[in-house]
């Protein structure tokens, strides 16, 4: 890493090389904290991740910093540059996480994370045995949250680049703890008025992450005022698409078609996934078009999509059929593709698997979203940076990583299940 001297800053400054309309100590804080995030999202050059990182059966227990440093450098050796967490004050993983990454910066110039720092919003009575008022909100965590968020923001503005507001907090489906917009644009404009004041980057950007519904692209129960009042004060839209739960509650797209009854089980498993990839399309360009509707013009990445490699029932063997490494790996590809495609960032879901999500279900899918499992075997669509070496020495709880299935393809593909046929009727249960 290359650092401006005052006097090179002083000669670019004279050479006419610097704009005037920021002084030279200003262009030398920018290049000390790095990209922006309008520099950063929608780049392909910062491939972008969700991250929990959590190992056990309760997120009690956080990894410490030392934990964290074994997923950056293994995160960085799979090319990602940029990642999202969940929770800024009610756990310390966010904060760890940042020291993390600040200390890895420090032992080698050429490492490089970013992060887009998540601020959890909650209703009214959000996880408790009371009734959630929908209506309200939990003043007390989501303060706690936004603050922490603006703190870990301005004592890293090297690494935060992005502050989300909620997750998928909006949503109706979120019975436990959405929210109304009104609560999220409140901290919104919150974080703008800071923004505006100097108390925090104008180089961070503002947004909220949630459901391609909450923004607009589906019901038209969530076209409100105040939906378009948050379109207007967020820097950009966070949108998540998740064609693989679709696949039992929206099963439409769902399933091999009559006319490719012929194909190979292969090939009919990859016609469907590619029509999955279509339906995340169709998604996204619902809240595209509700946006263009308002007259407006907002930058949209996706927040959040993903697909689960095992599951007990709804995606499993008795269910839709969609939860296996074949599809998990055809879908990864499709959305890292269609990222390229669109010219925007897709936040993966997710890096690792996580247990605590449904501890007593060893097999619930919510455990199984990520790229590498908590065997350290590395699922099918990065078994190639197996064979290319990319985490040789790097290893996760003192243990090395490895191909699942030990890299054998047939073994892979005898757990591939074949999606239902969808003669035009699927419908959900």
């Given at each position: 890493?290359?650092?401006?001297?005052?006097?090179?800053?002083?000669?670019?400054?004279?050479?006419?090389?610097?704009?005037?309309?920021?002084?030279?100590?200003?262009?030398?804080?920018?290049?000390?904290?790095?990209?922006?995030?309008?520099?950063?999202?929608?780049?392909?050059?910062?491939?972008?991740?969700?991250?929990?990182?959590?190992?056990?059966?309760?997120?009690?227990?956080?990894?410490?910093?030392?934990?964290?440093?074994?997923?950056?450098?293994?995160?960085?050796?799979?090319?990602?540059?940029?990642?999202?967490?969940?929770?800024?004050?009610?756990?310390?993983?966010?904060?760890?996480?940042?020291?993390?990454?600040?200390?890895?910066?420090?032992?080698?110039?050429?490492?490089?994370?970013?992060?887009?720092?998540?601020?959890?919003?909650?209703?009214?009575?959000?996880?408790?045995?009371?009734?959630?008022?929908?209506?309200?909100?939990?003043?007390?965590?989501?303060?706690?949250?936004?603050?922490?968020?603006?703190?870990?923001?301005?004592?890293?503005?090297?690494?935060?680049?992005?502050?989300?507001?909620?997750?998928?907090?909006?949503?109706?489906?979120?019975?436990?703890?959405?929210?109304?917009?009104?609560?999220?644009?409140?901290?919104?404009?919150?974080?703008?008025?800071?923004?505006?004041?100097?108390?925090?980057?104008?180089?961070?950007?503002?947004?909220?992450?949630?459901?391609?519904?909450?923004?607009?692209?589906?019901?038209?129960?969530?076209?409100?005022?105040?939906?378009?009042?948050?379109?207007?004060?967020?820097?950009?839209?966070?949108?998540?698409?998740?064609?693989?739960?679709?696949?039992?509650?929206?099963?439409?797209?769902?399933?091999?078609?009559?006319?490719?009854?012929?194909?190979?089980?292969?090939e009919q498993i990859e016609a469907t996934m590619l029509r999955a990839k279509?339906?995340?399309?169709?998604?996204?360009?619902?809240?595209?078009?509700?946006?263009?509707?308002?007259?407006?013009?907002?930058?949209?990445?996706?927040?959040?999509?993903?697909?689960?490699?095992?599951?007990?029932?709804?995606?499993?063997?008795?269910?839709?059929?969609?939860?296996?490494?074949?599809?998990?790996?055809?879908?990864?590809?499709h959305m890292r593709d269609w990222e390229k495609e669109s010219g925007m960032?897709?936040?993966?879901?997710?890096?690792?698997?996580?247990?605590?999500?449904?501890?007593?279900?060893?097999?619930?899918?919510?455990?199984?979203?990520?790229?590498?499992?908590?065997?350290?075997?590395?699922?099918?669509?990065?078994?190639?940076?197996?064979?290319?070496?990319?985490?040789?020495?790097?290893?996760?709880?003192?243990?090395?990583?490895?191909?699942?299935?030990?890299?054998?393809?047939?073994?892979?593909?005898?757990?591939?299940?074949?999606?239902?046929?969808?003669?035009?009727?699927?419908?959900?249960?």
């Open positions: 890493m290359k650092f401006y001297s005052r006097y090179v800053v002083l000669t670019l400054l004279l050479s006419g090389l610097i704009g005037c309309d920021k002084t030279s100590e200003d262009q030398y804080k920018d290049h000390l904290n790095g990209p922006t995030a309008k520099e950063i999202l929608g780049n392909p050059n910062y491939p972008a991740i969700s991250y929990g990182g959590y190992r056990e059966k309760t997120r009690d227990d956080v990894p410490t910093v030392e934990d964290l440093k074994e997923d950056m450098q293994i995160l960085f050796a799979m090319g990602v540059r940029i990642l999202r967490t969940y929770n800024a004050s009610q756990f310390p993983q966010a904060e760890r996480i940042l020291e993390a990454i600040k200390q890895l910066k420090q032992a080698d110039a050429d490492f490089e994370m970013y992060v887009m720092i998540g601020a959890w919003i909650d209703c009214k009575n959000a996880w408790t045995d009371i009734p959630p008022v929908h209506e309200e909100e939990s003043e007390e965590n989501n303060r706690a949250e936004i603050e922490m968020a603006v703190t870990l923001a301005n004592q890293y503005p090297d690494i935060v680049k992005v502050i989300a507001v909620g997750n998928e907090a909006m949503v109706h489906w979120a019975t436990k703890y959405f929210v109304y917009p009104k609560t999220i644009l409140r901290w919104v404009n919150y974080l703008q008025d800071l923004k505006k004041n100097g108390q925090l980057s104008n180089d961070v950007w503002i947004t909220s992450s949630d459901n391609y519904e909450s923004w607009g692209g589906g019901h038209k129960n969530y076209h409100i005022a105040d939906l378009e009042a948050l379109i207007k004060a967020v820097d950009f839209l966070s949108v998540h698409t998740y064609p693989f739960h679709d696949s039992h509650y929206n099963p439409n797209y769902w399933g091999v078609l009559e006319g490719e009854q012929d194909l190979s089980e292969v279509q339906y995340a399309i169709s998604q996204y360009q619902g809240v595209a078009d509700y946006v263009q509707s308002l007259g407006l013009e907002k930058p949209i990445h996706i927040g959040e999509t993903g697909w689960s490699s095992v599951a007990a029932s709804l995606y499993g063997a008795s269910g839709s059929k969609a939860a296996d490494e074949l599809k998990l790996g055809l879908y990864y590809q960032s897709v936040f993966y879901f997710e890096a690792f698997d996580e247990q605590w999500k449904d501890p007593n279900d060893v097999n619930g899918s919510e455990n199984h979203f990520g790229l590498i499992g908590l065997d350290n075997k590395v699922k099918f669509p990065l078994w190639d940076l197996i064979d290319q070496q990319a985490f040789q020495g790097l290893s996760r709880g003192g243990k090395s990583l490895g191909k699942s299935y030990d890299g054998d393809w047939h073994a892979l593909l005898k757990d591939a299940e074949l999606p239902p046929l969808n003669n035009g009727t699927n419908s959900a249960d």
